[in-house]
């Protein structure tokens, strides 16, 4: 099995990467004096401790935030390399290269050990890394790392296949339909590149037919061309456009709705959806989730965190919890909701009878329930 190594970054420095093409070698921090910019890589194949920032995002004060924080205010990305020794430099042999003194050489390792990294998983290059050279780049979902398609893509093209990540036909697409979006934001940027390469790839992609199984269902939903921001988007269009199950449209609407980030500018969708009167609903959640929400007490109190906005029109949305603990973190941490930030959030409370709840979701540890009103 190939060796495979990590640089791990966020969303904040993903444009300029791609945009770029490659991942560039820097100086890793501004009070250490580096002879020799570089770039480092981690043998961790769940996070590199040392990644983690220190800033005011969460709680208004300077700290090291947690990988959560971290992924709350901006998803986490990381690049997967193949591991060559040959050009990588490991963490005791970076000493000898003399680009830092030894005092602060002994202060990063003392800093990476209380963050509980291990040193021996940090390997350095001097030089730049091309994204072709790479074997994926994936982001967090939360739970996992996922294909991010915009650069999957690149190993999925045959040798000498020019990619049009970097073209200006990608860019003219990407300014023309910003232009129509009056508050654009990362999301929508997201949507509009997997939109593009959907329609880039068409031809060269399988045909769907017209009658979608639960299997394929599953192929369409984690393609490459598909990512956490437009995975809904690409199954409502697929409900319109195909025929399948009924059973085959509640699983694939809890596996769109679940793995979807930012669903605000689809939220009449999302509702449209849910409020379906085809039958078998239940495949909608997995039997102890059915089980779960069966023995709820007959009223239930449920919480959402809100814009102000949508608590002073009383027109909810449809996504809720059973804990106010969560309410509370997506009122006051949780910030990927990137189309309602800015805005200010409250919580609001109902009792409800059970039989109003569509669907409780407890994968996430949310205690999810989708109440339509």
Known sequence: MEKIIYHYTTTEHLAEILNSGMLKVSNPIEKVKCKKPTLWLSLNSVWEPTANKIGEFIRGEFMRISKEELHNYRPLIRFSVPFDKNSLWTWA????????????????????????????????????I???????????????????????????????????????ELENYMNEEMAKIEQPTFSDEIRIRDRFFRMYYADKATPIPQFVTKEIMDEILCSQLVSSFSRFEVFYDITKEKDMAPSTFWYGLSEAYQCSDDLFNYREQVRECFSSNLPDREHLMTPEEQLFLQQLPENVRIYRAMTQEEADS??????????????IFFRDVYIRNYSTNGKKRTIVS????????????????EEEVIYLG
Request: some cysteine.
């Open 93 to 128: 042999d970076y000493k000898y290269t003399k680009s830092i003194s030894d005092e602060e050489y002994e202060e990063m390792e003392r800093i990476g050990r209380e963050q509980g990294a291990d040193s021996n998983e940090w390997y350095a290059s001097f030089k730049n």
């Open 130 to 168: 091309n994204l072709t050279d790479c074997l994926k780049c994936e982001i967090w979902n939360g739970n996992n790392w996922v294909v991010h398609v915009d650069f999957q893509l690149l190993k999925s093209l045959e040798a000498n296949v020019v990619v049009p990540e970097y073209s200006d």
């Open 314 to 327: 009383k027109n909810y949305n449809i996504s809720w919890t059973l804990s106010e603990s969560q309410a």
């Open 350 to 365: 109902l009792v409800v009878p059970k039989e109003k709840l569509i669907a409780y979701f407890g994968d996430r540890e």
